[in-house]
């Protein structure tokens, strides 16, 4: 499956965006479909992740309360929606699939075998 991030922008804080991850080459509802961030300088850290099975979500706490996850599976997409973003929030996001991930390691980047390329997000003070 190859996975194309888009969406990201300049926007103040306080302000909302939303991530898009449009998957091809197969339908995404077989994936758990997961998101990262990354500033220059540090790891690849979790934000969010859509199980296959349900639908079920899961956050990290720095966003918990303010980001959600949806998919369309008829447009074989899952969108991020960020709101109250805040200046911390910045770095370059990316979305991430798995066909099999569990619970306990959703948060590892080696758990996610498809990357799609990344979309800046900007928060300014």
């Known amino acids: 499956v190859q996975l194309q991030a888009s969406g990201g922008g300049l926007v103040h804080a306080g302000g909302s965006l939303r991530l898009s991850c449009a998957a091809s080459?197969?339908?995404?509802?077989?994936?758990?479909v997961a998101w990262f961030r990354q500033v220059p300088g540090k790891e690849r850290e979790f934000v969010g992740v859509?199980?296959?099975?349900?639908?079920?979500?899961y956050f990290a706490e720095s966003v918990k309360g303010r980001f959600t996850l949806s998919r369309d599976n008829a447009k074989n997409t899952v969108y991020l929606q960020m709101n109250s973003l805040k200046p911390e929030d910045t770095a370059v996001y990316y979305c991430?699939?798995?066909?099999?991930?569990?619970?306990?390691?959703?948060?590892?980047?080696?758990?996610?075998?498809?990357w799609g390329q990344g979309t800046l997000v900007t928060v300014s003070s």
């Open positions: 991430a699939a798995s066909e099999r991930v569990i619970y306990s390691t959703v948060h590892r980047v080696a758990s996610y075998y498809y």
């Open positions: 080459g197969r339908s995404s509802r077989t994936y758990s």
């Open positions: 859509v199980f296959r099975t349900g639908g079920a979500t």
